[in-house]
């Protein structure tokens, strides 16, 4: 279908408004389709020729102002519309089809009791799958929705929902909402109540899910109410939607999806076993981050698609500043410098890379496509430059009055600039033209002089000011700390002890930048990282670590000399779970020769035993401990075979079926259970989690026919969800004898691309990068990858491929710049 261009978009708004969306859906006729009639009230600037977006199974018929229009000039999802100048009424009568993919109005059932459940979810273009509508994000509404559902069923959308008679639910007509904004959940879901501040509060999950949701609810909505609280304290308007829903459902493609007053989350967020504190962490950070786009986003929209990251980078950004100034997690900025700005990272060094703000996005697709960890974690970060550059309380004032100007309507990058310009009678174009508009990370060394670099990528030249900080260590402890704003290629600082052994630039990570090791720090690192108290600078070393082996600047072998020794001492959660998952599944997987792989694992393995030894029973460290033993021992009679089947378990982790999937799953790999097995350990866990572990289970089976069944659920079988598909190939390139697996790395490239003919863009770019064989690092494999870059492909399964290529790249110059020492 054509995606919809940036000019069709301001030819249509210009020629449109809405002032009014009427939309009835009708979700008891099965669980293949369902009804929908969308009476859109519109006003026409002039006389003119337009279209709505709609995309039925079936167009019954549509009307405007009661005159029937031809509905078999639907074309690829455009209705074609003749209007004259005033005010007119188009309504719509149309068949839908429920999705699977995680896009449009998604439907699953829930295997441990049969229950159906509905979400939507609308983002970018999938609203006219479920309603007509015109769909732009600057052409905004108020809603007024009503939803026949089957008896036993809630229905929770943006507004207060009331039954009436026959099965009809109406929701409270919304303020002015952007098409993708319009959120609909229905089934048998069973709530947890609160009230804060005059605003209802609602948690909701799958019926089989009560249990979770009850023992997380008061965790959830202390942060919900603290977060309420804070924000209302610096943006200085009130929330200004209905009541506050937050609703965990199945097989969402994200994390969660901000729609107002009814915010969609993923139900993995409900741990049903052991969770380690850095998980309750980001928990938290995704439900404040969801609030915040309450004002940015929700409240403010932007007027289009190169514009969101005024959502995304501020929430981002609003969300870990309310965890530590608001909440119990005042660790949060070191969790988002191992978990975001590391992903943050691995975008900015692919080609796909592209500047924060501005980005060019002719079309709707285009947009998708530059949505990734440059929108958020960069951007988060350069919000943190801005605030280093006018001041915090200019920052805020800016804010408000951003907010206060486009309430209800729509916002730009000139109208973000101009409020911050206002407020703190500065000139930001230059700032913006560096930081916000041109593309590339900037890396910075110290000299032992005292002589501090700045080097931008040649391919990027930008004139970036850097405010940031300096520290030295020797023998784990600071010796000295220098902060100092860096807005030349170079300068000298005074009062840095350029004798310590580890010098480190951006130790506080208040920037976006590279930070270049000399060969003394670099040496020193064995001795140094594991006597370190200063955990955010901890992190900052485990991040440029990872630059600089994607680089080829490090030896991978140092990163596993250095989780052997700093990971035992370890005591923050987000930098063991996260260092740990990187050794293991890029350092080591990847990265190291595939003679050497086994004995690396094996170290992380031991590393694993220590800890779990030395760590409190029970405690958040015992357990990611006990994930990384699972994941990387050998040790089959003491370890995996005992633990998967419910013996010698560590504290806190009996019962817990998660981890025995990842156990079933090791065992599986090596040939040691089969379907059989795999079969009987679902019937133990009839859970939609379950169904995913044994998926991968059985995809792990070493034999060329499960190989071969495997492959052909995954690219064929077109009743497969999102989160199956991905748990197919999550468990396909793992077995100990990679021949099983090589004749499917060409069939990678063939097989993948046409599943765009049934899969959303969005669910088949997340399949395509967990399908991608980049446990196969070699120049055939890099050569078939080109050649399909080089034919026609959907742009959500290149951008995928794009960016697995590039970290093929990456192991290739890493593998030919620290070859085994044999060679």
Request: with cysteine; glycine share 8%; charged share 25%.
């Amino acid at each position: 279908m054509p995606s919809l261009t940036r000019d069709e978009a301001i030819a249509r708004a210009d020629l449109l408004s809405v002032t009014r969306m009427e939309v009835e859906l009708d979700l008891d006729r099965g669980a293949a389709t369902f009804g929908s009639v969308t009476r859109i009230h519109l006003t026409a600037a002039a006389d003119g020729q337009t279209f709505v977006d709609v995309k039925p199974e079936t167009l019954h018929h549509a009307q405007l102002d009661g005159v029937e229009l031809d509905v078999t000039s639907l074309r690829e999802g455009r209705l074609p519309l003749a209007v004259t100048a005033g005010e007119h009424v188009l309504e719509v009568d149309a068949t839908m089809a429920y999705s699977h993919d995680g896009e449009g109005l998604h439907r699953a059932t829930d295997p441990a009791d049969g229950e159906d459940y509905v979400f939507s979810h609308l983002f970018l273009d999938a609203a006219p799958a479920v309603f007509a509508c015109i769909d732009q994000p600057d052409v905004k509404a108020p809603y007024a929705v009503c939803v026949k559902a089957p008896q036993e069923w809630q229905v929770i959308g943006n507004g207060a929902a009331q039954i009436a008679d026959g099965g009809v639910w109406h929701l409270a007509e919304t303020r002015p909402l952007s098409t993708y904004f319009v959120a609909l959940c229905a089934g048998p879901y069973v709530s947890v109540t609160g009230e804060h501040d005059g605003i209802r509060l609602g948690l909701w999950a799958r019926r089989s899910l009560e249990e979770q949701l009850r023992e997380h609810a008061p965790e959830m909505l202390d942060v919900t109410r603290r977060s309420f609280d804070y924000f209302h304290s610096i943006f200085g308007i009130r929330y200004p939607f209905d009541d506050y829903d937050q609703v965990f459902v199945p097989e969402f493609n994200a994390g969660a999806m901000e729609n107002p007053g009814c915010v969609v989350v993923r139900d993995a967020y409900l741990f049903r076993g052991a969770v380690g504190r850095d998980e309750l962490l980001t928990r938290a950070n995704t439900i404040s981050h969801e609030m915040a786009h309450m004002w940015f986003g929700d409240l403010v929209s932007p007027k289009w698609w190169d514009d969101l990251w005024l959502n995304e980078s501020f929430a981002e950004y609003m969300a870990h500043r309310c965890l530590v100034e608001a909440t119990d997690y005042t660790e949060a900025w070191v969790d988002s410098t191992m978990s975001r700005k590391s992903w943050g990272y691995g975008a900015e060094r692919a080609p796909s890379t592209h500047p924060v703000a501005g980005s060019p996005a002719p079309d709707a697709k285009s947009a998708l496509a530059n949505f990734d960890g440059i929108s958020y974690a960069k951007g988060a970060a350069v919000i943190r430059q801005l605030i280093e550059f006018i001041g915090d309380e200019a920052f805020l004032e800016g804010i408000r009055q951003y907010l206060g100007d486009h309430s209800f309507g729509n916002g730009t990058l000139a109208d973000f600039l101009g409020a911050m310009e206002a407020a703190s009678g500065q000139p930001l174009a230059d700032w913006s033209r560096a930081w916000l508009e041109t593309a590339g990370v900037d890396r910075i060394e110290v000299g032992r002089d005292g002589s501090v670099t700045r080097t931008a990528p040649p391919e990027h030249p930008a004139d970036r000011p850097h405010a940031f900080d300096i520290a030295t260590y020797t023998d784990g402890a600071e010796t000295s700390r220098v902060q100092l704003t860096l807005d030349a290629d170079r300068a000298t600082v005074d009062g840095l002890d350029t004798g310590a052994e580890l010098v480190l630039p951006n130790a506080g990570d208040l920037t976006w930048a590279t930070p270049i090791l000399d060969g003394t720090s670099l040496r020193s690192l064995g001795g140094q990282l594991p006597r370190m108290t200063d955990e955010q600078a901890r992190a900052v070393l485990w991040v440029g670590l990872r630059d600089g082996v994607a680089l080829a600047q490090v030896d991978p072998r140092l990163l596993v000399d250095l989780g052997e020794a700093a990971l035992v001492t370890e005591t923050n959660d987000s930098i063991f779970a996260r260092a740990g998952m990187h050794l293991t599944n890029r350092v080591i997987r990847v990265l190291l020769p595939e003679a050497e792989q086994d004995a690396a694992r094996a170290r992380m393995a031991a590393v694993g035993e220590q800890v779990l030894a030395d760590a409190e029973p029970g405690s958040s460290r015992a357990l990611h401990a006990a994930r990384l033993v699972a994941r990387t021992t050998d040790d089959v009679e003491r370890r995996l075979v005992p633990w998967a089947e419910g013996r010698d378990l560590p504290a806190g982790l009996e019962g817990d079926a998660d981890f025995r999937w990842i156990l079933l799953g090791q065992l599986s790999r090596r040939g040691l259970i089969g379907a059989p097995e795999i079969d009987a350990a679902l019937e133990q866990d009839r859970t939609m989690t379950g169904q995913l572990g044994a998926l991968t289970a059985r995809a792990a089976i070493p034999t060329a026919e499960a190989k071969a069944a495997a492959w052909a659920d995954l690219t064929t079988n077109r009743e497969r969800s999102n989160y199956e598909l991905v748990a197919i190939a999550a468990g396909f390139w793992g077995p100990q004898d990679r021949t099983l697996v090589a004749p499917y790395v060409s069939r990678y490239f063939t097989d993948i691309p046409p599943m765009t003919a049934w899969l959303g863009e969005d669910a088949l770019s997340r399949v395509a990068s967990m399908a991608y064989p980049s446990r196969f690092v070699s120049d055939e494999t890099l050569a078939h990858s080109r050649a399909a870059l080089a034919g026609e492909l959907q742009q959500g399964v290149r951008r995928a491929i794009v960016d697995a290529q590039s970290e093929l790249e990456e192991a290739l110059a890493s593998r030919r710049a620290f070859p085994p020492a044999s060679a």
